[in-house]
């Protein structure tokens, strides 16, 4: 359905440590870089990162995060680890989310800007 995200932050350099950290154990890196923007992904771009003056406020009550697909649960518990390693705040340690379906693992992540991510693997 998308092609691809976009999201502001105020700090480019320190969302370029958290992402390059937290996306490389799921198989995603920066494929394009700049003075105002960061691509990320794996063969095409399906996340930009850019500098913006007033980032959207981090509101945990609006339910709205991003998910990125891991390849394998061990992927999903590195994500974890160095998203928080990173300043990343814990929004739900890796586990099986039974409410979510039978096989749903997945991990949970407020990013250093307050945007909420997840890392799922299914099956």
Same mark, same amino acid.
């Given at each position: 359905?998308?092609?691809?995200?976009?999201? !502001?932050?105020?700090?480019?350099?320190?969302?370029?440590?958290?992402?390059? $950290? $937290?996306?490389?154990?799921l198989g995603y890196?920066?494929?394009?870089?700049n003075a105002d923007a960061l691509g990320y992904g794996? @063969?095409?771009?399906?996340?930009?990162?850019?500098t913006a003056a007033r980032p959207v406020p981090s509101d945990t009550a609006s339910n709205l995060h991003f998910c990125f697909t891991a390849p394998t649960r061990e992927a999903v518990d590195a994500f974890h680890v160095a998203a928080l390693s990173t300043g990343g705040a814990d929004n739900g340690a890796p586990g099986?989310?039974?409410?979510? !379906?039978?096989?749903?693992?997945? $991990?949970?992540?407020? @990013?250093?800007? !307050?945007?909420?991510?997840? $890392?799922?693997c299914g099956g």
């Open positions: 359905m998308f092609d691809h995200v976009s999201i !502001g932050v105020r700090d480019l350099s320190r969302a370029k440590r958290f992402y390059d $950290a $937290a996306l490389r154990p890196v920066c494929l394009s870089e794996r @063969d095409k771009i399906g996340l930009w990162i850019s099986l989310r039974p409410d979510y !379906g039978t096989d749903y693992y997945a $991990a949970f992540v407020v @990013d250093t800007d !307050g945007y909420r991510i997840e $890392a799922y």
